[in-house]
Structure formats: C-alpha cells, structure tokens
C-alpha cells in the first residue's frame, strides 16, 4: 500500500519551489498536486494523456476546449487528452489533485 498525507505533500511541493510535484507513479497512471495562487496564470498546455481533476481547495473557473465552468473543493474535471485546458479567475489559491493516464511523460 503507498498512503499519502495531503498536508505533507502540500510541503514538499512547497519546498520544492515547483507548482506541481508528482507523487504517484504506475504502471497505468500517475498522480499529482497543482498549487495555482490566486491571482495566478496557469501556464499549461494540453497533454498527451488523459486527466481527472480533484479540487481540494480553492476557487476559480476552468476552461476545457469551448466550456467553462467554476470550481471549488470537491470539484471534479475530466479532461481528455489533447483538449487545450486552462485555470482562471483564480479567486482563493487552488490545490488540484490531478491523474493522468497513462502516467504523464
């Protein structure tokens, strides 16, 4: 069993100086936290992969491909692979849980 505290990965990606820290990799997926602060551009493009987004704080809209939506702690997004995808409107700092499968190169 691998079994993690968000608290300290929110740490370790923190002392890292990165706002994204992978902490699961698999043979079928991997998993990380993205830290975007309020006020913050997100610089992503879209992925070979596809994704799930688990709001576990925070508040801001996310765009994928021509939707928007707003989300906040419990949210969930998928997105597939290759849709360009952005946050925006950070209003509170926002933590996201995010998975990728297969894992993210």
């Known amino acids: 069993?691998?079994?993690?505290?968000?608290?300290?990965?929110?740490?370790?990606?923190a002392a890292n100086e990165g706002a994204y820290l992978q902490f699961l990799r698999e043979r079928n997926m991997s998993v990380g936290l993205y830290a975007l602060d309020a006020g913050q551009v997100d610089p992503q493009l879209p992925h070979n992969?596809?994704?799930?987004?688990?709001?576990?704080?925070?508040?801001?809209?996310?765009?994928?491909?021509?939707?928007?939506?707003?989300?906040?702690?419990?949210?969930?997004?998928?997105?597939?692979?290759?849709?360009?995808?952005?946050?925006?409107?950070?209003?509170?700092?926002?933590r996201v849980m995010v998975v990728f499968s297969p894992p993210e190169s």
């Open 1 to 13: 069993m691998k079994a993690f505290r968000l608290d300290e990965l929110e740490a370790e990606r």
């Open 49 to 94: 992969q596809d994704e799930v987004y688990f709001v576990v704080s925070g508040r801001a809209s996310i765009t994928v491909g021509m939707e928007t939506t707003q989300v906040g702690r419990g949210s969930v997004v998928y997105v597939p692979a290759g849709v360009p995808h952005k946050f925006h409107h950070i209003s509170e700092d926002l």
